[in-house]
């Protein structure tokens, strides 16, 4: 298949673009690289065609059309709660301009589009309601997860009104190899890089707030899965349906990496959920997909990456 990955360049980008090649499938990758790099790619930009412009550009929607791809796989976008909550403006050109120009692209030339959403649509929530469900209240807590909740009705219309075919996916908190300091499982790629350096690590709260933490080869297999999927213009969770609280992680992380971690307190961030955990019950029945790297395994191959870089 000929499939464009925007955002690929990114962390989940590039464990996608891996799985992708393995699976002989033609990859374009679209990317600013302001969050991302070139060396996140199998052997940087020559391993597929990489185009290094933003997802609101003109030129950006043309090319899309042009090349008449069959999958879009849509990851590029402004990741960060408390960068949106500080300039909602710009986090709504990025995650909804930014997103209809390539909509607008995909309508035109036929592919089949893949969202990456968040957790984050669902906002804080009590603790009868966890596992949460894809039919959960949609109640987002910042402007990163509002948008996102736009994006993914504007692709219920579009399905509507132009028969485009999407699958949503709410991910959970992602990690792994090459993950930066932003979205929502930075603050593993952060402790990483600070264990790595022999720094201590400081938690925003008691660290009691619990996070539903899955690997990022795992999501890029469940999106692998919905480029084929018959189970299309659906949501579907990516989790792996397990509360892990902050002060589990860093007991954890000890523990992989064979370091004893002093750990530091502070007030707690605006716009953050204090409990998180997904359901991926439709996930399993619908696509067939399971995680299947536990967290140990997960943080013991980040710690590795990141104390060889």
């Avoid at 971690?261 to 619908?286: C, H, V, W």
């Amino acid at each position: 298949m000929k499939v464009l990955v925007t955002g690929g360049a990114g962390f989940i980008g590039s464990h996608l673009v891996r799985q992708l090649l393995q699976s002989a499938h033609q990859v374009f990758v679209l990317d600013n690289v302001s969050s991302g790099a070139w060396q996140h790619l199998p052997q940087g930009k020559d391993t597929c065609v990489c185009w290094q412009m933003d997802i609101r550009d003109a030129l950006a929607k043309e090319k899309i059309q042009q090349e008449k791809f069959d999958v879009i796989v849509h990851l590029a976008a402004q990741t960060m709660v408390d960068a949106s909550i500080k300039d909602p403006v710009y986090d709504a050109s990025e995650n909804i301009m930014g997103t209809l120009n390539v909509l607008e692209a995909a309508r035109q030339c036929g592919a089949r589009v893949i969202f990456a959403s968040t957790a984050a649509a669902y906002g804080d929530v009590v603790e009868s309601d966890l596992p949460l469900l894809e039919t959960h209240e949609l109640l987002p807590q910042s402007f990163y997860g509002l948008t996102k909740v736009g994006v993914e009705k504007y692709l219920a219309l579009y399905h509507e009104h132009y028969g485009l075919d999407y699958v949503v996916f709410r991910f959970a908190n992602v990690y792994g190899e090459r993950q930066g300091d932003s979205g929502e499982g930075g603050v593993i790629s952060i402790f990483a890089k600070r264990i790595a350096a022999g720094q201590d690590i400081t938690i925003y709260g008691d660290g009691t707030q619990t996070r539903d933490f899955v690997y990022a080869g795992d999501i890029a297999r469940g999106i692998c899965k919905a480029m084929t999927t018959e189970n299309v213009n659906a949501v579907y969770n990516l989790s792996t349906q397990t509360e892990t609280s902050l002060l589990e992680l860093v007991k954890t992380l000890s523990e992989v990496s064979g370091c004893e971690i002093t750990t530091k307190f502070d007030s707690p961030r605006e716009g953050d959920i204090y409990r998180s955990m997904l359901s991926n019950q439709k996930a399993k029945t619908g696509l067939g997909w399971a995680p299947q790297v536990s967290l140990k395994e997960g943080l013991q191959r980040t710690i590795e990456y990141f104390c060889g870089n």
